[in-house]
């Protein structure tokens, strides 16, 4: 089955065309300035699509050379959050696309950008089935103590308050692979998961199920991010409102202006490292919040799992950054955790372990594919309902 796996934003929209069978790559692309004009008068810069519509157009016409006779049998979207009412993927229809729609004020910067991109689809393929897979999704299992907020509970039955947790799709996926490199089945597998890229997060997996993940209402909360502050006090929100900030100007500085970016002044765990390994302090204390924060999670979450059998990282940090790896594992050393050097050093693109026979819980580095579990995810929702009674 080919399926074009769309993941759609406000002004851009990534794309991949996927044979699910073969687990191949046709095509691949990104599509930016959506709706942005020039950038600004007689800037020389070519002038990026009028909408998502548009956008449409030129992913088509790049495909088009890549699949040859081949057709398109199915749209994947990477849809960002499906509040409480989606767990699974689902295939898009009139009303499921109105309720990814009325979840616009959970993720205002999301949601709506997923919707133009489902409804440009609708317009250009009408018969073409289409599937949402959403980041939220994989978290609808966790426990009521782990998605409360300990706020008046008006503002949960009002307002929806509540942890959600992001990244799910890669969670899930990592979990998967994870539980068959160490040959368990999935169901049985605790772990704890850290995927660590621009954004980050880290989910703690009990029977294969998430039971508890770093990012809550939005994907700001948790751990310390590209430009993301992840967590702090709210009370300084407070204090910054009374001094004069606009919601505006908090949701850029707590979103935009902080994490490594705050800390260190460079959003790029590359640079970040190599900054400190040349000798910048900053950078180094970038580096020791980051591994502090999150190697507390990881304790934390061993404990929400009743022991992991598993540590994983994925994402483009976890994935590459051999040095972020030993300073967050050098600070668990009372969890028993030993990685071996060589193989933490090691660059490869499959599943492997980094610890040596004595840790006490293994780690790992699995390669993360939102893309491939998009696609997968979206054959198995068109292949069910056309065999459903
Ligand atoms: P992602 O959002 O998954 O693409 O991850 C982006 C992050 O991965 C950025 O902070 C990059 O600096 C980081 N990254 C990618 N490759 C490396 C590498 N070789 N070493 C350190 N960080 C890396």
Known sequence: MLVLVINSGSSSLKFQVRDVEAGSVLAEGLVEKIGMGTGGEGDGQ???PR??????????AEIHAALGDRVLDAVGHRVVHGGERFGEPVLIDNEITRAIERLNPLAPLHNPANVLGIRAIAKKWPDMPQVAVFDTAFHRTLPE???RYAVPDELYTN???????FHGTSHEYVAHRAAALLDVPVDEFDAVIAHLGNGASVTAIRGGQSVDTSMGFTPLEGLVMGTRSGDLDPSILV???RAGWSPEDLDSMLNRQSGLKGLAGNNDMRSVVEAAEAGDARAAMALAVASYRLAKYIGGYHVAVGGAKALVFTAGIGENSHQFRTLVADRLGALGVQLDAGLNRERSKEPRVISTPSSAIPVLVVPTDEERAIAEATAAAVTHSSVAP
């Open 159 to 165: 307002h929806g308050i509540r942890r959600y947790g």
């Open 145 to 147: 103590h782990a998605w």
């Open 51 to 60: 909408d998502h519509a548009e956008a449409l157009e030129q992913v088509d």
């Open 239 to 241: 204090f910054l409102g």
């Open 46 to 48: 070519p002038e990026g």
